[in-house]
């Protein structure tokens, strides 16, 4: 951590920070770790979006090709 700032924040956040982040070995770790789930928790909320807007066709078209997926094995073809 070469370059670190501070940010202001209430003392009733610090104090709610400092109290959640028991079990991390600095803030810094705890705030991290907060950003990759705000991270994850978006990424599955665009997913979730995109999949509600696909159409029944596309979605058909999806579960056809899992399918097939599903049921090939490696070693299917003949090299030669």
Not at 14 to 31: I, K, N, P, S
């Amino acid at each position: 951590m070469s370059d670190v700032t501070t940010i202001k924040v209430s003392a009733g956040v610090r104090d709610r920070l400092r109290a959640q982040a028991v079990g991390y070995r600095t803030m810094d770790e705890y705030l991290d770790h907060l950003l990759s789930m705000e991270d994850r928790r978006r990424k599955v909320a665009s997913l979730r979006a995109a999949i509600a807007a696909t159409s029944a066709e596309g979605m058909a078209s999806w579960r056809a090709e899992s399918k097939a997926w599903e049921s090939a094995s490696v070693g299917d073809e003949d090299d030669g």
